[in-house]
T-cell receptor, first 116, second 111 residues
Framework: DADVTQTPRNRITKTGKRIMLECSQTKGHDRMYWYRQDPGLGLRLIYYSFDVKDINKGEISDGYSVSRQAQAKFSLSLESAIPNQTALYFC???????????????FGPGTRLTVL | LAKTTQPISMDSYEGQEVNITCSHNNIATNDYITWYQQFPSQGPRFIIQGYKTKVTNEVASLFIPADRKSSTLSLPRVSLSDTAVYYCLVGLLGGNYQLIWGAGTKLIIKP
């Protein structure tokens, strides 16, 4: 079974709709991340969470919100989707920095979101 | 803010050594350099990280010159299965979270 899972894997929605993307992990990591990937732009960090009570904005948080329901679950919401939020979204986890390779993140398979 | 620049694409042949270079002129003192590999329909996968000089693991080597303004990922004796997109990342988890990903280098290995 995959350590980091994302649902749904694909989603097509319309402008103005509320969308939630979900991420679950069985790695036991405290730290979780949401990224978006656009062609030619690499990955950009949306939000990250150190633990259930700690949530932080990343590089491009406008238009997004998150919820850390438990250590293993981290959800990303688009309150009112717009076409330029069409992208591939990845969830990732990592151990605390002192516990392993400083920049090793474990990624889910991604959610392809299309906003019409 | 650091910016990473890497070639858009590269071709090579099975059995060759492949070197992919990333430029990061404004790298900060605490930043690490990390490389990830991504296959279609999958998330990126960690390959190697380093701070300075040379790091080697079972799949790759990472060369970082003294000024740290660039880095080179070296893949020895590539095979067809190494065809993927390779990303350079500059930053440090647990630091200021200014994680700067390159746009990726699409590596195509030919038989």
């Amino acid at each position: 079974d995959a350590d980091v899972t994302q649902t749904p894997r694909n989603r097509i929605t319309k402008t103005g709709k509320r969308i939630m993307l979900e991420c679950s992990q069985t790695k036991g990591h405290d730290r979780m991340y949401w990224y978006r990937q656009d062609p030619g732009l690499g990955l950009r960090l949306i939000y990250y969470s150190f633990d259930v009570k700690d949530i932080n904005k990343g590089e491009i948080s406008d238009g997004y919100s998150v919820s850390r329901q438990a250590q293993a679950k981290f959800s990303l919401s688009l309150e009112s989707a717009i076409p330029n939020q069409t992208a591939l979204y990845f969830c990732a986890t990592s151990e605390p920095v002192a516990g392993g390779s400083y920049n090793e993140q474990f990624f889910g398979p991604g959610t392809r979101l299309t906003v019409l | 803010l650091a910016k990473t620049t890497q070639p858009i694409s590269m071709d090579s042949y099975e059995g060759q050594e492949v070197n992919i270079t990333c430029s990061h002129n404004n790298i900060a003192t605490n930043d690490y350099i990390t490389w990830y590999q991504q296959f279609p329909s999958q998330g990126p996968r960690f390959i190697i990280q380093g701070y300075k000089t040379k790091v080697t693991n079972e799949v790759a080597s990472l060369f970082i010159p003294a000024d740290r303004k660039s880095s080179t990922l070296s893949l020895p004796r590539v095979s067809l299965s190494d065809t993927a997109v390779y990303y350079c990342l500059v930053g440090l988890l647990g630091g200021n979270y200014q994680l700067i990903w390159g746009a990726g280098t699409k590596l195509i290995i030919k038989p």
